[in-house]
T-cell receptor
Framework: GQSLEQPSEVTAVEGAIVQINCTYQ??????LSWYQQHDGGAPTFLSY????GLEETGRFSSFLSRSDSYGYLLLQELQMKDSASYFC??????????FGQGTELSVKP | DVKVTQSSRYLVKRTGEKVFLECVQD?????MFWYRQDPGLGLRLIYF???????EKGDIPEGYSVSREKKERFSLILESASTNQTSMYLC?????????????FGPGTRLTVT
């Protein structure tokens, strides 16, 4: 079967660093994507890791370890506007994405 | 900017009705996808398409069909709507270079079946 696991909720304070983990179990793994979704909004693409290592884009970084079937999204210098749901998604053979259940991040002042 | 539009933000239909959800993208993307999103379940893939007149079943295709007559338009059809199809429906597109890893989503259609 195929499954992804990520925490359902994370809370952090403004200015802090938070890490959202994602573990997956799937055949035909091609890479790991991350999406952000604000309440009532559409998911927006954040990052994609096909190879092991860290990818940095501004305040956000994403990490992948294929041998551990594990990845994470790192958010630095948290801002109130970062409060949203974050989804990891495995890119499967055939090009489709399989999404995790999402992590709701609450940033407190 | 890529723009993906969906025909309605909110829709209320009765059980047994045939329902059409339309999605249009303006970036000439080959790949298009239909998902439903339910609380605690994330996004689940219903159908996707790599080209005009092509379609592939996703993880939960039962009760749905799709149509892609033009490259920019991908329609989701509920042949006979049921209450368990009450959900948020999201359409997405991606260029072939991204292979589906970077998808652009529409605003969603919240469908209620009564």
């Amino acid at each position: 079967g195929q499954s992804l696991e990520q925490p359902s909720e994370v809370t952090a304070v403004e200015g802090a660093i938070v890490q959202i983990n994602c573990t997956y179990q799937t055949s035909g793994f091609y890479g790991l994507s991350w999406y952000q979704q604000h309440d009532g909004g559409a998911p927006t693409f954040l990052s994609y890791n096909a190879l092991d290592g860290l990818e940095e884009t501004g305040r956000f970084s994403s990490f992948l370890s294929r041998s551990d079937s594990y990845g994470y999204l790192l958010l630095q210098e948290l801002q109130m506007k970062d409060s949203a749901s974050y989804f990891c998604a495995v890119k499967h053979q055939g090009g489709k994405l399989i999404f995790g259940q999402g992590t709701e991040l609450s940033v407190k002042p | 900017d890529v723009k993906v539009t969906q025909s309605s933000r909110y829709l209320v239909k009765r059980t047994g009705e045939k329902v059409f959800l339309e999605c249009v993208q303006d970036m000439d993307h080959e790949n298009m996808f239909w998902y439903r999103q339910d609380p605690g379940l994330g996004l689940r893939l219903i159908y996707f398409s790599y080209d005009v007149k092509m379609k592939e079943k996703g993880d939960i295709p039962e009760g749905y069909s799709v149509s892609r007559e033009k490259k920019e338009r991908f329609s989701l059809i509920l042949e006979s709507a049921s209450t368990n199809q009450t959900s948020m429906y999201l359409c997405a597109s991606s260029p072939p270079a991204q292979g589906g890893s970077e998808q652009y989503f529409g605003p969603g259609t919240r469908l209620t079946v009564t």
